[in-house]
């Protein structure tokens, strides 16, 4: 089955007409994308946009052969105009099977916004989905098999593709390519990384693939440190980075602090933004969460571990740190880190960057400073991925 994407954008485009941001400001040559609309073995047309038979005559393509037009979401705006040759536009009742006179077999899947998915199986085999924007499906999608290829919207509805790979919709070596790019996420390198991390990519206007031929899958950092400064964002691209998964253990390392209603709010804005289907452990015991089997692990942070390791072993006490305190940090951060070296889990870990320049001005801050450097550094050499996140913006420093 071959699949020529005629539009890869939202359905406003990029850039979005009369928009002044930076992404709209950049959307130029190969990342400038039209409504998205998908042409299937030059039969089926998913999604009438405007200019589609333009873009199809770019692609090295013509809509004369298509036989069947049909819509996914409602169309805001102009009417849509009708090319010269194209039957009419419609769409198939949810849960409702069409077949095509070029042997095409499409069923119509109901989502949990205004619109329907479909899927399409090609008298050789190979299947599709493609979703609208915006949308997941709206119950579980009960597969024998997993699909060949999924067009979604990746980054505005991440919890769909999490959706589909609980259910065994998505595997391994599934094609998910994303689709509805819209000024959300910047274009080129930094869509490229986002995508990676979920296991889909992106591809231009005009590309045509073959569903179901062999890809080899792109390798995911199985171990990823996200390091950086107070607000830096380094949390949320931590949490965006394990979205797409079905199930997630978020591992607080802060625990709980009573009557310190700042920090409530703080843990309550965190616990807010999550998907509802991840597990929470409030615990330093991170080790034996490492060693056991199980879905990834979303560790925040690695600052407040040792906060808490230090605490146990009286580290703050200049004495107490000679005589016992260094050699017992030193076991338990070992352990730590030989923990992540041997764990099969998918995991996350944040941490802070401390030491800029700034001393601090007693012997336990400048301890403090030296541990946590120590830890970043060794927890950093266990991970296929190290990123520095710094005004929001993320910089990959290995991987």
Same mark, same amino acid.
């Given at each position: 089955?071959?699949?020529?994407?005629?539009?890869?954008?939202?359905?406003?485009?990029?850039?979005?007409?009369?928009?002044?941001?930076?992404?709209?400001?950049?959307?130029?040559?190969?990342?400038?994308?039209?409504?998205?609309?998908?042409?299937? #073995?030059?039969?089926?047309?998913?999604?009438?946009?405007?200019?589609?038979?333009?873009?199809?005559?770019?692609?090295?393509?013509?809509?004369?052969?298509?036989?069947?037009?049909?819509?996914?979401?409602?169309?805001?705006?102009?009417?849509?105009?009708?090319?010269?040759?194209?039957?009419?536009?419609?769409?198939?009742?949810?849960?409702?099977?069409?077949?095509?006179?070029?042997?095409?077999?499409?069923?119509?899947?109901?989502?949990?916004?205004?619109?329907?998915?479909?899927? %399409?199986?090609?008298?050789?085999?190979?299947?599709?989905?493609?979703?609208?924007?915006?949308?997941?499906?709206?119950?579980?999608?009960?597969?024998?098999?997993?699909?060949?290829?999924?067009?979604?919207?990746?980054?505005?509805?991440?919890?769909?593709?999490?959706?589909?790979?609980?259910?065994?919709?998505?595997?391994?070596?599934?094609?998910?390519?994303?689709?509805?790019? #819209?000024?959300?996420?910047?274009?080129?390198?930094?869509?490229?990384?986002?995508?990676?991390?979920?296991?889909?990519?992106?591809?231009? #206007?005009?590309?045509?693939?073959?569903?179901?031929?062999?890809?080899?899958?792109?390798?995911?950092?199985?171990?990823?440190?996200?390091?950086?400064?107070?607000?830096?964002?380094?949390?949320?691209?931590?949490?965006?980075?394990?979205?797409?998964h079905p199930d997630v253990v978020y591992v607080a390392t802060g625990g709980t602090r009573d009557g310190d209603q700042e920090w409530a709010a703080r843990v309550g804005a965190h616990r807010d933004r999550r998907p509802g289907s991840w597990r929470t452990e409030e615990t330093?015991?991170?080790?034996?969460?490492?060693?056991?089997?199980?879905?990834?692990?979303?560790?925040?942070?690695?600052?407040?571990?040792?906060?808490?390791?230090?605490?146990?072993?009286?580290?703050?006490?200049?004495?107490?740190?000679?005589?016992?305190?260094?050699?017992?940090?030193?076991?338990?951060?070992?352990?730590?880190?030989?923990?992540?070296?041997?764990?099969?889990?998918? %995991?996350?870990?944040?941490?802070?960057?401390?030491?800029?320049? %700034?001393?601090?001005?007693?012997?336990?801050?400048?301890?403090?400073?030296?541990?946590?450097?120590?830890?970043?550094?060794?927890?950093?050499?266990?991970?296929?991925?190290?990123?520095?996140?710094?005004?929001?913006?993320?910089?990959?420093?290995?991987?």
């Amino acid at each position: 089955m071959e699949l020529t994407l005629l539009g890869t954008g939202a359905p406003a485009g990029l850039p979005r007409p009369g928009c002044p941001c930076a992404v709209c400001a950049t959307a130029r040559g190969p990342y400038a994308r039209a409504a998205t609309s998908l042409l299937v #073995d030059g039969a089926l047309l998913l999604d009438l946009t405007p200019g589609a038979a333009l873009a199809a005559a770019r692609s090295g393509h013509t809509l004369s052969g298509v036989r069947q037009v049909l819509l996914t979401h409602p169309h805001d705006g102009p009417p849509l105009e009708l090319p010269a040759g194209l039957p009419a536009a419609g769409r198939v009742p949810d849960g409702r099977e069409l077949t095509l006179i070029s042997g095409h077999r499409v069923r119509a899947v109901a989502i949990d916004a205004p619109g329907t998915g479909y899927e %399409v199986t090609s008298p050789e085999g190979p299947r599709l989905l493609y979703l609208p924007p915006g949308g997941a499906p709206a119950g579980a999608v009960e597969q024998r098999r997993p699909y060949d290829l999924v067009a979604a919207d990746v980054t505005g509805r991440p919890g769909a593709l999490a959706r589909l790979r609980a259910t065994g919709a998505v595997g391994r070596d599934t094609d998910v390519v994303a689709v509805h790019l #819209d000024h959300d996420v910047p274009q080129g390198r930094e869509l490229d990384r986002r995508l990676a991390a979920a296991g889909a990519r992106a591809l231009t #206007d005009g590309t045509t693939v073959t569903v179901g031929a062999y890809r080899e899958a792109p390798p995911l950092p199985r171990r990823t440190l996200v390091t950086g400064g107070a607000r830096s964002g380094k949390s949320l691209e931590a949490e965006r980075r394990l979205e797409s998964h079905p199930d997630v253990v978020y591992v607080a390392t802060g625990g709980t602090r009573d009557g310190d209603q700042e920090w409530a709010a703080r843990v309550g804005a965190h616990r807010d933004r999550r998907p509802g289907s991840w597990r929470t452990e409030e615990t330093c015991e991170v080790a034996p969460l490492l060693a056991a089997d199980g879905p990834p692990l979303l560790v925040d942070c690695l600052s407040l571990w040792l906060t808490d390791a230090m605490d146990r072993v009286g580290a703050w006490d200049d004495e107490t740190w000679r005589r016992t305190g260094e050699k017992a940090l030193r076991e338990r951060v070992d352990e730590l880190v030989a923990a992540v070296r041997a764990t099969t889990r998918t %995991v996350v870990a944040v941490t802070n960057e401390v030491g800029a320049g %700034v001393v601090p001005a007693t012997a336990a801050g400048r301890r403090f400073r030296d541990e946590l450097g120590r830890l970043n550094a060794a927890f950093a050499d266990e991970c296929e991925q190290v990123l520095l996140a710094v005004s929001g913006q993320v910089l990959v420093l290995r991987g």
